[in-house]
């Protein structure tokens, strides 16, 4: 069935270094894609988005670059903060629920050491 | 801008009883609510998803009489947990979305609730 899936689990990087986060989707209809990150106990707080006619759109600090054809998004955060250290989920959406549902990933968690 | 407010953030209450969780969108108007369940070390798993004016759509497997929804404003829905019981226990989040025509937008989420059911 539908899925989306990340390579790493967890993430442990040392502060300032630039870390990447992985995903990969299975549906070749999704249309739009979004990274959220989520600290204990709360909700996913919205970082970044991208949508199928991009391959790279970048914001404050982070990158999502997208490759439709192996069907994989990334997650670039550059000079990696303390603060960064959360979980991290890459949903999709497509055409097939009418770009309403978001199909989430399993999650990526990245520690940062000071 | 685009922010979600969930009330209450923790409820613990004895089994059979009934909660009740509210989402308001509190800068934009949502036409679509998003209920979600996430156990812990988990992802997201949708229960339903809300619509202005109109009955809830509800995932397979989640029953609509346990998990009552209501979304009669474009600023408010509510999730209801109808004689809860222990394995209702779980971290609660919505999400909103506004809509825009001909232009995909994400979902905002709440910060969760965490029902702890005794």
Redesign the interface.
């Known amino acids: 069935g539908e899925s989306v899936g990340l390579h790493l689990p967890t993430l442990s990087v040392q502060e300032g270094d630039n870390s990447i986060i992985n995903c990969a989707y299975s549906n070749s209809a999704s249309d739009y894609f979004i990274w959220y990150k989520q600290e204990s106990g709360k909700g996913p707080q919205f970082i970044i988005d991208i949508r199928s006619n991009m391959d790279k759109r970048q914001g404050q600090r982070v990158t999502v670059l997208l490759n439709k054809t192996v069907k994989h998004l990334s997650l670039q955060i550059a000079a990696t903060q303390p603060g960064d250290s959360a979980v991290y989920f890459c949903a999709e959406n497509s055409m097939n629920t009418g770009f309403q549902k978001l199909v989430f990933g399993t999650g990526t968690r990245l520690l940062v050491s000071p | 801008g685009?922010v979600?407010s969930?009330h209450p953030s923790r409820v613990i209450c004895k089994s059979g009883t009934s909660v009740k969780i509210e989402c308001r969108s509190l800068d934009f108007q949502a036409t679509?609510m998003?209920w979600y369940r996430q156990f812990p070390k988990?992802?997201?798993m949708?229960m339903a998803?809300s619509n202005e004016g109109s009955k809830a759509t509800y995932e397979q497997g989640v029953e609509k009489d346990k998990f009552l929804i209501n979304h009669a404003s474009l600023t408010l829905s509510t999730l209801t947990v109808t004689s809860a019981h222990p394995e209702d226990s779980s971290f609660y989040?919505c999400?909103a979305r506004e809509f825009r025509a001909y232009s995909?937008q994400?979902?905002?989420?709440?910060?969760?609730t965490?029902l702890s059911i005794l």
């Open positions: 685009a979600v969930q679509t998003f988990q992802s997201l949708l998803t989040i999400s995909n994400p979902q905002h989420f709440g910060d969760g965490r």
